[in-house]
Structures are given as structure tokens and as C-alpha cells.
């Protein structure tokens, strides 16, 4: 049995293995299957910024002109199996002794209708904006489809702050705007006009944030047995990566 022959089989539909079966099915592979726990794919309201580091990648599995003309691709639904976790691999079971570790950054996530911004400010933020600063930046990103009236922009805010002050037993948590205007108090008009959008559209004051926590990357990431047949592991499983490498 050739290698486009064999079954693969991928557990989790994120980024990394939906990366993955694009790869596999353009190298040949058939007989691929994709194991999600969630119910369906859907948008989760975060715009997805994918630069040249990532568009280098992607080029390699033939997606260039479908991302170019479509900006994603769909893959055929008979290969997707919805509602799935994986509860146990058969072989030896050792367990994870080691614990993530705080990477000293959180983000910032919320978003401003363009309407709640100044004309001047709403045009620029039709482009992917980096606002930059010592050691933290805040990303503009257009989300949503004008043509539904969806259209908006996508505010993620990197920053650096000890995690004394976090209250919540969870990785995500809801935090107050004016932490965020903190870290940016005195950047440019236009990170204001941002501010002051975040706060007209929460009616608590309130956006999402989230600790980053990384892990030390496992020596082996992949395993084969006697049957010539084997387990990879990819993404923050074995090799975890904070969000700023495109």
C-alpha cells in the first residue's frame, strides 16, 4: 500500500488540521476523514489576517487562486464529520506532566461599527492597520460583508501586563475597556477614536481578553508502530505559537 493509499485520519478541524487535509489531498492522499468537535463550522466573529508567511504555506497546497478569487475553500462536507471528540488512542497512556506557562501578554478582542467612528478614521480601518508600541500592538482588521451590512472592524490588542490582577479561573475572561485604554492612553487620534467606538458599542463597558500561555514544544511530534502506521501531532499540542508570525 502506497502512502496516497493509506487512511489518515485528522482529529480537529482548527487552523493546523484543516491546514494539514489541504496539504494531504493535494499531495495525492484519498481516503482522509476529519473529526470535529464542534457541532458545524461557522464564523466566531474574529477576521482572520493571513500575511506572507502563512500565504507562502498555503501557496505550496494549491490554494492560491481559490484564495485569490474566493478568499477561502470550502472542502467537500463528506469528508467533514461534525459533533466528534476524541476520547482515547489504544496504545500506551502516559499523560501530560508538564503545565502551559504564562507568555506575560494578553489580547484584547472586541470590534467597532464603522458607523460609531469619525469619517476620516472609518476609511482607514477599510485596511489591515497595525498600531505599534513598546511591547505591544493593536491590530485593525475590516470584518464582515458590506454587501449584508455586516461589515465592521475587528480590534485585537496585544499587551504586555502581569497576571496579577486576573480574576477568572479561565484563559478568557471579560475586562474592562479603560484596562485597554490604559496601555494606549497617549498613541496616535485615530487608537482613540477606536476607544471611544469599543465603548459605544458595549453596553457593559466591556470587551473580551484573553491570557496567552505557551508550552514547551514536545521533542518527538510524530510515532510509528509495527503495522507502519502512526499518530502526528501538530499545533499548540506540541508546539505551541504565540499569534504575531503572519
Given amino acids: 500500500m502506497g502512502f496516497q493509499d493509506k487512511r489518515v485520519v485528522v482529529v480537529g478541524g482548527g487552523l493546523g488540521g484543516m491546514a494539514f487535509m489541504n496539504a494531504?489531498?493535494?499531495?495525492?492522499?484519498?481516503?482522509?476523514?476529519?473529526?470535529?468537535q464542534a457541532h458545524q463550522f461557522s464564523e466566531v466573529g474574529a477576521g482572520v489576517d493571513i500575511?506572507?508567511?502563512?500565504?507562502?504555506?498555503?501557496?505550496?497546497?494549491?490554494?492560491?487562486?481559490?484564495?485569490?478569487?474566493?478568499?477561502?475553500?470550502?472542502?467537500?462536507?463528506?469528508?467533514?464529520y461534525l459533533q466528534k471528540r476524541l476520547?482515547?488512542?489504544?496504545?500506551?497512556?502516559?499523560?501530560?506532566?508538564?503545565?502551559p506557562t504564562y507568555s506575560g501578554q494578553v489580547v484584547y478582542r472586541g470590534f467597532v461599527e464603522y458607523k460609531d467612528?469619525?469619517?476620516?478614521?472609518?476609511?482607514?480601518?477599510?485596511?489591515?492597520?497595525?498600531?505599534?508600541?513598546?511591547?505591544?500592538?493593536?491590530?485593525?482588521?475590516?470584518?464582515?460583508?458590506?454587501?449584508?451590512?455586516?461589515?465592521?472592524?475587528?480590534?485585537?490588542?496585544?499587551?504586555?501586563?502581569?497576571?496579577d490582577s486576573w480574576d477568572s479561573e479561565h484563559w478568557m475572561a471579560r475586562a474592562e475597556i479603560t484596562n485597554l485604554h490604559g496601555h494606549v492612553r497617549d498613541w496616535c487620534p485615530q487608537v482613540q477614536d477606536i476607544i471611544a467606538g469599543l465603548q459605544a458599542g458595549s453596553p457593559d463597558g466591556r470587551m473580551m481578553k484573553q491570557a496567552l500561555y505557551v508550552r514547551d514544544p514536545l521533542a518527538k511530534w510524530s510515532e510509528m508502530n509495527e503495522?507502519?502506521?502512526?499518530?502526528?501531532?501538530?499545533?499548540?499540542?506540541?508546539?505551541?505559537?504565540?499569534?504575531?508570525?503572519?
Fill in 227 to 246: 503495522q507502519n502506521a502512526g499518530n502526528i501531532f501538530l499545533g499548540d499540542a506540541v508546539h505551541s505559537t504565540l499569534p504575531h508570525q503572519g
Fill in 51 to 80: 500575511t506572507a508567511n502563512a500565504n507562502r504555506i498555503l501557496d505550496t497546497f494549491g490554494l492560491q487562486d481559490s484564495l485569490v478569487s474566493r478568499s477561502s475553500l470550502r472542502l467537500p462536507y463528506y469528508m467533514q
Fill in 117 to 163: 467612528l469619525p469619517e476620516n478614521t472609518a476609511t482607514l480601518l477599510r485596511n489591515v492597520v497595525n498600531f505599534r508600541g513598546p511591547k505591544c500592538h493593536l491590530l485593525s482588521l475590516p470584518i464582515g460583508n458590506p454587501a449584508t451590512n455586516t461589515d465592521r472592524v475587528g480590534v485585537i490588542g496585544f499587551m504586555t501586563e502581569s497576571l
Fill in 24 to 36: 494531504a489531498l493535494y499531495a495525492g492522499v484519498k481516503n482522509i476523514q476529519c473529526y470535529e
Fill in 87 to 99: 476520547t482515547l488512542i489504544e496504545r500506551n497512556v502516559e499523560g501530560f506532566s508538564d503545565s
